[in-house]
């Protein structure tokens, strides 16, 4: 048995509408198309998932009391620098965090996850950059 490899990885661009969708759901499904699961020359070891564009990140929801109860921490760096903020908070304030940081949990944590996730570019509103790259529009189950 040999393991194939590809010879040469071709990196698309997908945008995804997240208005109305929720985090988890959304975060999965975008971990997904970074790795590359949904393509048939997916390999393990590596990066052949697409660039994913994310528009409307301000519009994600989140079920039950998650808003209130679901908290975000960050350390400063300096003593009893734990900073904690509700998920309520980070929506109004950081929109694109919220999917950033969803994203990140489902990705591994090693030098592919690293660069897997520059691969992902997270807008608050319709509009984004990407224009020139000719992203396809994906859509969700």
Not at 54 to 60: G, H, L, P, Q, R
Not at 115 to 139: F, S
């Amino acid at each position: 048995m040999k393991t194939y490899f590809p010879n040469e990885l071709n990196h698309d661009w997908v945008v995804i509408d997240a208005a109305g969708q929720r985090v988890g759901r959304l975060a999965t499904q975008i971990a997904t198309v970074l790795k590359g699961k949904h393509k048939p020359s997916y390999t393990p070891n590596q990066p052949g998932g697409d660039f994913v564009i994310v528009i409307n990140a301000d519009k994600v929801e989140f079920t039950g009391r998650k808003l209130d109860q679901k908290v975000y921490r960050r350390y400063t760096g300096y003593q009893g620098g734990l900073k904690e903020t509700t998920a309520r908070e980070m929506l109004d304030k950081h929109p694109v965090r919220v999917l950033e940081h969803a994203v990140w949990g489902m990705l591994p944590k090693t030098r592919m996850g690293r660069r897997l996730i520059r691969r992902l570019k997270v807008y608050a509103g319709e509009a984004h950059p990407h224009h020139a790259q000719q992203p396809k529009k994906l859509e969700l189950a």
